[in-house]
């Protein structure tokens, strides 16, 4: 993820975190929310928890690469944006005028099927 935009990242790491959070250690879960989702730093989460900056960055960091090796190998975040392009894409065919041709719509529901 490196070379990623700031909110990019935030975005990702908030959408894997809300699918995979309870997976989460209770600290990575308490550091990753603080941090992502209510915008602390590093050092007032130190200060809140009473340890080093770098402890709160390596739970964090420790949090980030766990979220990425659960979406690695289970692929719910991967699953669920494919799904997102085929219904946006359904949705598009249904609006079009005239109507596109029906091949292509059983096609993205079969597709749509084979996702898992």
Known sequence: MTGEEPLSKTNRINMLFDIYG???TDKQRT???LYFHDDYSLGE???E???SRQAVYEHIKRAETALEEYETKLRLVAKHE???RF???IEAIFSSEPPAEMDELKE???K???ID
């Open 49 to 51: 928890f009473e340890i």
């Open 45 to 47: 989460i130190a200060a």
């Open 108 to 110: 993205i529901v079969r």
């Open 31 to 33: 550091f990753l929310g």
């Open 112 to 114: 749509l099927y084979n």
């Open 82 to 84: 494919e799904r997102r």
């Open 22 to 24: 309870q997976l989460l």
């Open 87 to 89: 219904a946006d894409r």
